[in-house]
């Protein structure tokens, strides 16, 4: 039986590169794989998935409405998909998070969804907290804060690195508007934001 699986982290843990490696394994062994990357991303450009240490790929563009389920279901009756995978997955909408359980309980597709767990006022993003609730198994993937302990929290800064409090909850950007950092910096710094 297929899974729907949620790996989250902070800000440059490595997602996309974890999500390409896994993707390549699959296409190495001759299967085929369907990759999607949120429109409202355009840092690497439409419809791509790059990382930070260059790798990159063409992807599915994925825009709000899209139904997934729908989209998936046709490309599986055209050529048989092993595995589906979705990229900057905070940015999906709850229904097609539902609709990603259903292409794994249905269609019998693995899907493996990267993305932030949170965003830089520690709330939950509504794609995450649906992957969170619906996600057969939920993997941390691991990176560390200046200080060595665990970074867990996305830090957003201003150009002259303070913290910022306030503002639009999605503002796409890499390590000149975010910084990963463990809870006690983030708090500290939040604090000094005041």
Not at 10 to 19: D, P, Q, R, W
Not at 43 to 60: H, N, T
Not at 78 to 85: I, K, T, Y
Not at 147 to 165: E, F, S, W
Request: proline content about 3%; charged content about 25%.
């Amino acid at each position: 039986m297929a899974k729907l699986y949620f790996y989250y982290a902070a800000m440059n843990a490595g997602k996309s590169t974890v999500l390409l490696q896994s993707s390549y394994n699959y296409q190495e062994r001759g299967m085929r794989t369907l990759m999607f990357a949120p429109v409202l991303d355009t840092r690497a450009g439409y419809g791509r998935i790059q990382s930070r240490i260059g790798l990159a790929s063409d992807a599915l563009p994925l825009r709000a409405d899209d139904d997934l389920l729908a989209v998936i279901r046709a490309e599986h009756a055209r050529s048989p998909v092993a595995c589906v995978f979705v990229d900057e997955a905070q940015f999906i909408s709850p229904a097609q998070v539902r609709e990603l359980a259903e292409v794994a309980d249905g269609l019998n597709i693995p899907v493996l969804c990267y993305g932030l767990r949170t965003d830089f006022q520690a709330k939950l993003f509504p794609g995450s907290a649906e992957l969170l609730a619906l996600a057969d198994d939920l993997i941390e993937l691991k990176t560390i804060c200046h200080c060595g302990r665990k970074a867990t929290m996305n830090l957003r800064v201003a150009a002259d690195g303070r913290a910022v409090r306030e503002g639009a909850q999605v503002e796409i950007g890499g390590n000149d508007r975010y910084v990963a950092v463990c809870r006690r910096h983030f708090k500290e710094a939040i604090a000094a934001a005041s």
